[in-house]
């Protein structure tokens, strides 16, 4: 692989912000980029933080590199070179934050349904064209699109090329919020601290319970719960909680 980059990465103890960074082909997605969010899935694998992926400004991801799939063979589609990095990230154990400003079209749009939350902007717009050029939306929207928003208005953008503004994608809630672009990153990183303050591993057994089969619960909650109901920091976390009902009590008692 190159050493060229197309990716920013900024590591926190908690969450790792990668920024998808080829301005002259408005964030394509081509292989070097595939790699290098390759690197950063395997790293979080090991060590699961929270993971905030963003564009540029006025521009999440154009899409798949057109120039490399021009080239792809039948081969290629079988190996399913962005089918398998969106769900590797969609897989990841902690959630996954998609700040989306500008354009989220083709294999841009799939790699933000791929995340767990997706905050965008006044003038974020997501689009499926894939069936113009030849193909289909072949990493994740023709499932992952019906999941989020719905089989009716999933068709629209899938096989009619209806775009979704921003107040569309909200209301069909595949934004659970919109800010100004200024506040984009802001925004992103207050959920992340809302995530952070909830225990890890709680969340992690969340997150995989919720990505379970429906024939695997309730079994699979069952096994995640019997671990938590183990651990330190439930008792440390249950305590302080009973520790500050207790100190409320005797204040409103005291108040009286």
Not at 60 to 74: N, P, V, Y
Not at 169 to 178: F, H, K, N, P
Not at 227 to 255: C, I, N, Y
Request: one cysteine or more.
């Amino acid at each position: 692989m190159t050493d060229a980059r197309t990716t920013r990465i900024e590591r926190g103890d908690d969450r790792i912000v990668v920024t998808l960074d080829r301005p002259q082909t408005r964030n394509a997605i081509d292989q070097r980029m595939v790699d290098q969010l390759h690197e950063v899935c395997a790293e979080l694998e090991v060590e699961p933080r929270i993971l905030i992926l963003a564009g540029g400004d006025g521009v999440f991801a154009s899409g798949a590199d057109i120039a490399e799939l021009r080239k792809r063979t039948a081969q290629d589609a079988l190996a399913g070179i962005n089918t398998r990095l969106f769900m590797r990230i969609a897989r990841l154990p902690m959630p996954v934050i998609a700040a989306v400003d500008g354009w989220a079209l083709g294999g841009g749009a799939e790699l933000a349904y791929a995340a767990d939350f997706r905050i965008g902007t006044p003038r974020t717009v997501f689009g499926n064209p894939e069936t113009s050029l030849g193909i289909i939306a072949a990493a994740g929207a023709t499932w992952r699109l019906r999941e989020l928003v719905g089989e009716p208005l999933a068709k629209q953008v899938l096989l009619a090329g209806r775009r979704l503004d921003a107040e569309e994608s909200l209301r069909a809630g595949l934004l659970g919020e919109v800010v100004e672009p200024s506040e984009l990153f802001a925004a992103a990183h207050r959920l992340a601290d809302r995530i952070a303050s909830m225990d890890a591993a709680a969340t992690i057994a969340t997150k995989a319970v919720f990505a379970a089969a429906a024939d695997e619960h309730p079994d699979a909650e069952l096994r995640e719960q019997a671990v938590l109901f183990e651990s330190p920091e439930k008792h440390r976390r249950m305590t302080e909680f009973l520790e500050r009902r207790q100190r409320k009590a005797a204040t409103d008692g005291a108040a009286r």
